[in-house]
């Protein structure tokens, strides 16, 4: 019996030095242990001694985990012809999938697995996004567990669907941020950790009584060790409207300065006529006031040139300046300016380094993007809620990817915002990115057909057509005149067939068109269900005793 004893306390003394070394446990702790595990008069007692130094609380993101519920049936893409729409078959053609994005994901694999350049997603984690699983969400622990389990399954799938110099970002409010960091380090690996940025949500709603949150965050995660962040655009671009001959070296200009300012120090040296493409100029447009100043009428301030004489001769020279309504302008280019002081150009890089603060910008708050919806759909932001701005997922995309050819994921898709950054970018370079979305037609007071069909698939084809699906052009954007992007959408339904049943024209073999995975019709329905038993699981167990489809093969 004491024999027995001292080698079960040798095995607890072994399991100790274990731990030592894999340093869980430290040393000085564990000799403390072992000499109490050999004093001691029972083994009880002695496990007892050695569970302070086996049991430790593991640190990191414990929750309930809820599998998604298994289904006898096999979910597929299937086109919704009367939604998809083709503008210019040289364009690329882009993807709205509706229904939920689980089967969306798994679908997706069989295309896409390790290509997907960019991920954007923004989880439903308001209350009314989810409805009533959301309606508690923040009430207690627990029923966060719901959004955490519903994330786990879909960022597993995410991940295999990553490249290997792929970036996932997810958009998540200052409450679920913690637990979202947890689960996304669970997920792709803490190394995997990119960054984790404020985003301004909007700037108002400053109280004395409370701290006013205007602010949400973006997390980052990459598989690639070795990722190049390019840089933003230092200014707002959407000023640079006009180009020139010099528009590859010099860039695209505004003309936002006119040459002459009534708020400049007076000197009669810059207040001179000048003469432009055959008319005559003075500052502030008449010759008799000009005479009048240098006749000592003038104040301290008054209107004189910006630039010297000999200044406005270069800028003639060199077209930096313009006549628009019967004055002159200086061009600001984006690339180049007049050197100061001297009569020459000075080439600048209209870029900076994105930091951890370019998202606090004010030209990423929620206003913006309402203001987007609103100019898709009349009371836009009100059928739909919170949409991002797209100059977010414009920033986001740009800044660690720029493959002209991407191909971006959403499949958190609401009403459509990475979808109009990806066809905004490729109209600015003639890009080929192609986006897939994936949304849920989830039923709100507002979208009585679903989110998908009433906002979604509606703004794409808005925004691409330039028309609605009745043909009519009655929205704000069409009505200010904007130019489509004119590409190309596929809509997808997932559909569902029960892998058991077996009449004509309703299993998995007929239903499933290879062509919208990418692939060519096969030529052998042999070659079909090998394909769909190796990409279509539940399918497999099903079809390798199924005789009816050998035998139709055969025939
Ligand atoms: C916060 S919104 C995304 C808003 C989007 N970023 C935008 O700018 O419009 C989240 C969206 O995800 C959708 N959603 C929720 N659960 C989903 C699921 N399982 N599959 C697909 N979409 C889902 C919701 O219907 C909601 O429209």
Request: include cysteine; proline fraction near 2%.
């Amino acid at each position: 019996m004491e024999n027995k004893i001292n080698a079960s306390k040798d095995m607890l003394i072994a399991e100790l030095d274990r731990r030592v070394a894999d340093k869980i446990l430290e040393k000085s702790n564990a000799d403390l242990l072992k000499k109490l595990i050999i004093k001691s008069e029972s083994l009880t007692e002695a496990i007892s001694i050695a569970e302070l130094g086996t049991t430790y609380k593991r640190t990191g993101l414990h929750f309930d985990k809820r599998l998604e519920k298994p289904s006898n049936t096999i979910s597929y893409f299937k086109k919704n012809n009367s939604l998809s729409f083709v503008t210019n078959q040289l364009k690329t053609t882009h993807k709205l999938i509706i229904g939920d994005n689980y089967p969306a994901l798994l679908n997706l694999l069989i295309q896409y697995r390790h290509s997907i350049d960019v991920i954007y997603i923004d989880p439903p984690y308001g209350k009314d996004s989810l409805g009533e699983f959301a309606q508690t969400n923040y009430e207690n622990a627990l029923t966060r567990d719901n959004l955490i389990s519903m994330l786990y399954p879909r960022l597993i799938l995410a991940k295999q669907l990553l490249s290997s110099s792929g970036v996932i970002f997810v958009s998540i409010d200052d409450r679920n941020q913690a637990y979202i960091k947890c689960l996304m380090d669970e997920v792709f690996g803490e190394s995997s950790f990119l960054l984790n940025v404020p985003r301004i949500t909007k700037k108002g709603g400053k109280s004395t009584q409370t701290i006013a949150k205007n602010n949400d965050y973006v997390l980052g995660y990459t598989l690639s060790s070795d990722i190049v962040f390019s840089q933003e655009e230092k200014t707002d671009l959407s000023k640079y409207k006009y180009e020139d001959q010099y528009v590859e070296t010099r860039g695209k200009y505004a003309l936002t300065q006119t040459l002459d300012y009534d708020s400049l120090q007076y000197s009669t040296g810059m207040d001179y006529e000048i003469e432009f493409e055959g008319k005559k100029f003075y500052p502030g447009g008449s010759k008799e006031e000009m005479e009048k100043r240098h006749n000592g009428i003038h104040g301290v301030t008054d209107w004189v040139w910006r630039w010297s004489k000999s200044a406005v001769e270069w800028g003639i020279k060199n077209d930096f300046l313009v006549v628009k309504n019967n004055r002159i302008y200086t061009k600001s280019y984006l690339k180049c300016r007049k050197k100061n002081g001297k009569n020459e150009i000075e080439f600048i890089d209209p870029t900076k380094a994105f930091t951890t603060l370019s998202f606090i910008d004010n030209k990423y708050s929620n206003d913006n993007g309402k203001k987007e919806l609103d100019s898709i759909f009349d009371n836009g932001s009100v059928i739909f809620k919170n949409p991002k701005p797209s100059s977010l997922t414009t920033s986001l995309i740009n800044m660690v990817c720029s493959k002209k050819d991407a191909i971006i994921l959403d499949f958190f898709g609401g009403s459509g915002t990475t979808a109009q950054s990806v066809l905004e970018l490729n109209s600015k370079d003639g890009g080929e990115r192609q986006f897939i979305l994936c949304q849920l037609n989830e039923v709100t007071d507002t979208t009585p057909n679903g989110i998908a069909y009433d906002v979604t698939a509606k703004r794409l084809k808005r925004i691409m057509t330039g028309c609605c699906y009745d043909g009519t052009k009655d929205f704000k954007l069409a009505r200010d005149g904007f130019v489509p992007y004119k590409e190309n959408l596929d809509v997808y339904e997932i559909n569902s067939v029960a892998n058991f049943e077996k009449t004509e024209g309703k299993t998995a073999f007929d239903v499933i068109d290879e062509e919208l995975y990418g692939l060519k019709k096969f030529d052998y329905l042999k070659d079909k269900i090998q394909w769909v038993c190796n990409n279509f699981e539940p399918t497999q167990i099903i079809i390798e005793s199924d005789e009816s489809y050998i035998k139709r093969e055969n025939e």
